[in-house]
């Protein structure tokens, strides 16, 4: 079983949609929880992250982490076509070597 | 602030045959990251430096894989000899020490082809 699980898609929605990914995790140590957003031959860029449970908002991104489910989600309102690109969701325990535990990525495809 | 840089973009070499990466991090970022995202995977960390000491290579296939960062700046990634398998795109990523997960900064990447 793979640390943390997301599902690949493709997902594709029209303009204005909203949009939910989510991942699941099997290590309940896990106590950050960060969201990236990768377009094409372009490295990840960090969009949301939280720590351990609770919800966070940044203006059409909302970011939720369940931690008895183990369970994140993040939604995206009134989608752009500018949002199409690979959503990736990743966790890490915190201490000394903060490696990032990746999903394997959502592509997303949001039509104009 | 300039962001994490990376060279080559692009590489396609021959099965058996050596490739070398190279990653400057941002200014002032003690921790530096390699990370293998095969095509449809998410990123897999290979090796974290802290200054220019090792601190998890646990998933670095040794027998194959070696990386350095001189003087804890700059860093390169090295396949001798490369495996069809070791196609993939390599993303160098970079932290400054102590600040909380946001402090995380990819370069876009080298993006291997193994032939």
């Known amino acids: 079983q793979k640390e943390v699980e997301q599902d690949p898609g493709p997902l594709s929605v029209p303009e204005g949609a909203i949009v939910s990914l989510n991942c699941t995790y099997s290590n309940s140590a896990f106590q950050y929880f960060m969201w990236y957003r990768q377009y094409s031959r372009k490295g990840p860029e960090l969009l949301m992250y939280t720590y351990s449970s609770g919800n966070k908002e940044d203006g059409r991104f909302t970011a939720q982490v369940d931690k008895s489910s183990k369970y994140i989600s993040l939604f995206i309102r009134d989608s752009q076509p500018s949002d199409s690109a690979t959503y990736l969701c990743?966790?890490?325990?915190?201490?000394?070597?903060?490696?990032?535990?990746f999903g394997t990525g959502t592509l997303l495809a949001v039509q104009p | 602030e300039a962001g994490v840089a990376q060279s080559p973009r692009y590489k396609i070499i021959e099965k058996r045959q050596s490739v070398a990466f190279w990653c400057n991090p941002i200014s002032g970022h003690a921790t530096l990251y390699w990370y293998q995202q095969i095509l449809g995977q998410g990123p897999k960390l290979l090796i974290q430096?802290?200054?220019?000491?090792?601190?998890?290579d646990s998933q670095l296939p040794k027998d194959r894989f070696s990386a350095e960062r001189l003087k804890g700046v700059d860093s390169t990634l090295k396949i001798q000899p490369a495996k069809l398998e070791d196609s993939a795109v390599y993303l160098c990523?970079?932290?400054?020490f102590g600040t909380g997960s946001y402090g995380y900064t990819f370069g876009s990447g080298t993006r291997l082809t193994v032939v």
């Open positions: 430096f802290q200054n220019n000491g090792v601190v998890d």
């Open positions: 990523a970079s932290r400054r």
């Open positions: 990743a966790m890490f325990y915190g201490g000394a070597t903060n490696k990032l535990i």
